[in-house]
């Protein structure tokens, strides 16, 4: 009986699980597969701008000069008055030497001095003294050669040879003692001009700076002895090192590809990075000249440093403007495909159908390139993942916003890739 019971049981749940399976069966909706549409494509307008080609380097700033700076004479330092550091000005004095035997010698060449101009007065003394002899010889000899003409015979010719002879040797007389005021003189000039030098020699016991600039190293205290900067040894000890820092010099390597557009003058921008601060400068100066090893040219930028912000060593980068372009139809580089030697665009039409162009390319920047011919403003290009599609597909454009310029930093500011102007940290 028990056994029956589970059987009818059983029976009706596989009837009721029956049933329920037909039901939910009858009300399923059958699922429809749905047809594909076209594929997506990233899409940029061609618009009119600006475009700068530009340059990027690095270099390292240098001061404008460097110079150890030596004594003109040997002595011990006296007094030193600067150290690492300091700034100075062109004819401050950086040292104080002592040099004892210079003073004996400006004693010395002054008496050599007063010694001369004694001279010169006695050489005069002299020429007056033989003028006067002279005179009154040649005058004595006139009268006796007068007499002798209006009445011969009464001065003996003795006595006029006599004093025709004591003419002429007071006449030779005056000339000797001319001579010798002469000599006296430039033995003057001789002597003044030793003590100029010497006076001249002790004036450089008073070393000044050259110019204006920064002590970068000092190498000698007081009391030491320090040798003249003009002896042969080449292990002379300078004072000091100055730097001219007011100035610096940026030296830039320009690959060979790019020397044709370096010009003196050309605008550069300059960020130091360990400053965070960014400088104009220009092209200055450049070597006309390839490194044969590197096949590059080195270029200097002059960047104005008065209040010494930059240090020498310090890193920068570099924009140098090459050329520019402006009102020109502007792509995204990625836009363009090389195949072979010619440029492609892939262009949508207005059924967004896919078609290939070749354009001419010109100015080519970071992120934009100029298009010279193909392309006009307003038409739509590919961005990206050309190889994707095919001439006469129809694709889904999604617009992508571009910006329609590319320049390089100007003073006060940089351009950004969005158009806009971000504030910068001005140059000096």
Do not use: C
């Not at 790019?258 to 960020?271: E, K, N, S």
């Not at 090389?338 to 892939?346: D, F, I, R, S």
């Not at 290009?381 to 999604?398: D, F, G, L, R, S």
Request: charged share 20%; glycine share 8%.
């Amino acid at each position: 009986m028990q056994k029956r019971v589970w059987f009818i049981v059983s029976a009706t749940a596989v009837v009721i699980i029956g049933i329920l399976v037909v039901l939910h069966a009858r009300h399923q909706t059958p699922q429809v597969e749905a047809a594909p549409g076209p594929p997506a494509a990233q899409v940029a307008v061609v618009q009119r701008g600006s475009i700068d080609q530009v340059l990027a380097l690095a270099g390292q700033f240098q001061p404008y000069q460097e110079i150890d700076i030596h004594p003109k004479v040997s002595g011990f330092i006296r007094h030193i008055y600067v150290d690492i550091g300091d700034r100075v000005h062109k004819g401050e004095t950086i040292a104080v030497l002592e040099v004892p035997e210079l003073k004996a010698q400006v004693t010395e060449t002054g008496f050599e001095v007063q010694r001369a101009q004694d001279e010169i007065t006695r050489a005069q003394h002299n020429v007056a003294r033989a003028v006067a002899t002279h005179g009154a010889l040649h005058a004595d000899y006139q009268r006796l050669l007068q007499t002798s003409q209006v009445q011969p015979g009464l001065v003996a010719q003795q006595e006029l040879d006599d004093a025709q002879a004591k003419d002429l040797s007071s006449g030779a007389a005056v000339d000797a003692a001319q001579a010798a005021l002469a000599a006296a003189q430039k033995g003057l000039q001789a002597a003044r001009a030793d003590n100029q030098r010497v006076n001249a020699l002790e004036n450089y016991t008073n070393v000044v700076a050259p110019l204006d600039g920064v002590i970068v190293w000092r190498y000698a205290d007081t009391g030491a002895l320090i040798q003249g900067g003009t002896t042969s040894n080449s292990q002379t000890l300078p004072i000091v090192r100055l730097a001219q820092s007011g100035l610096m010099r940026l030296r830039l390597p320009v690959p060979e590809q790019y020397v044709q557009y370096i010009h003196l003058g050309d605008p550069v921008r300059v960020h130091v990075d360990a400053i965070n601060r960014s400088f104009d400068g220009s092209v200055v100066r450049f070597t006309r000249q390839l490194n044969f090893e590197t096949r590059t040219m080195e270029t200097e930028i002059d960047v104005a440093n008065p209040t010494l912000a930059i240090d020498a060593g310090m890193y920068a980068d570099a924009l140098l403007q090459l050329a520019r372009a402006d009102n020109v139809p502007t792509i995204p580089i990625g836009a363009m495909v090389l195949n072979g030697k010619e440029y492609e665009v892939y262009v949508l039409d207005s059924d967004n159908r896919v078609h290939i162009r070749l354009v001419q390319p010109g100015i080519e920047g970071t992120h934009l390139v100029q298009i010279v011919s193909g392309l006009e403003p307003g038409d739509r290009v590919i961005m990206a993942a050309q190889e994707k599609y095919a001439e006469n597909e129809q694709v889904t454009p999604v617009m992508q916003k571009t910006p329609a310029s590319e320049v390089a930093p100007q003073s006060g500011g940089v351009i950004d890739m969005s158009g806009q102007l971000s504030s910068g940290n001005g140059g000096q």
